[in-house]
T-cell receptor, first 115, second 111 residues
């Protein structure tokens, strides 16, 4: 069974540019979440999508956005990149719905460096 | 006060030692508690999942949740060099898919 696939694995961008990251969840998983991981802040929740609808959003500026397609694949976009956006961006998928949830399966992440 | 606090370590132990990793939290609404292991340049991998209070054992790993104290623990018995990684606690409320993570504890098991 294929895991969560994130592309690209590594990315270098210049301040002010925008970037799009892609995530393919485990087949049959309809919920996709995105997290930002930095040494200073750890793992922080960005947003969660289920059936093409954003259900939850973390405390990030509007420069961070995402979407989910009908096949559950998801993309996140960061516009007007800042140096502080350099991080590992992780995608996780789950079949859970609300109350009786269980842990997510994470991809290996996209390492974004902003210069 | 952060919702989840975890000692970042680093923690260094000899092979075969019992390792104890802990997190405290402030949000009494958390009902689901998880431990993840993250190797360098990899995503987090789920180790243990616990609903509400109690103990759960899986091989060399034991997870404990004490909701009255808002304290969770992960014990690793007979630790191995392959256990060297960063261990992250995570938790969430019922009805929410948002995981709140501790910052992680870096563990090194020396042969």
């Amino acid at each position: 069974k294929a895991g969560v696939t994130q592309t690209p694995r590594y990315l270098i961008k210049t301040r002010g540019q925008q970037v799009t990251l892609s995530c393919s969840p485990i087949s049959g998983h309809r919920s996709v979440s995105w997290y930002q991981q930095t040494p200073g802040q750890g793992l922080q929740f960005l947003f969660e999508y289920f059936s093409e609808t954003q259900r939850n959003k973390g405390n990030f500026p509007g420069r961070f956005s995402g979407r989910q397609f009908s096949n559950s694949r998801s993309e996140m976009n960061v516009s007007t990149l800042e140096l502080g956006d350099s991080a590992l961006y992780l995608c996780a998928s789950s079949t859970a719905l609300g109350a009786r949830g269980y842990g997510y399966t994470f991809g290996s992440g996209t390492r974004l460096t902003v210069v | 006060q952060k919702e989840v606090e975890q000692d970042p370590g680093p923690l260094s132990v000899p092979e075969g030692a019992i390792v104890s990793l802990n997190c405290t939290y402030s949000n009494s609404a958390f009902q689901y508690f998880m431990w993840y292991r993250q190797y360098s340049r990899k995503g987090p991998e789920l180790l243990m999942y616990t609903y509400s209070s109690g103990n759960k054992e899986d091989g060399r790993f034991t997870a404990q949740v004490d909701k009255s104290s808002k304290y969770i623990s992960l014990f690793i018995r007979d630790s191995q060099p392959s256990d060297s990684a960063t261990y992250l606690c995570a938790m969430k409320r019922g009805g929410s898919e948002k995981l709140v993570f501790g910052k992680g504890t870096k563990l090194t098991v020396n042969p």
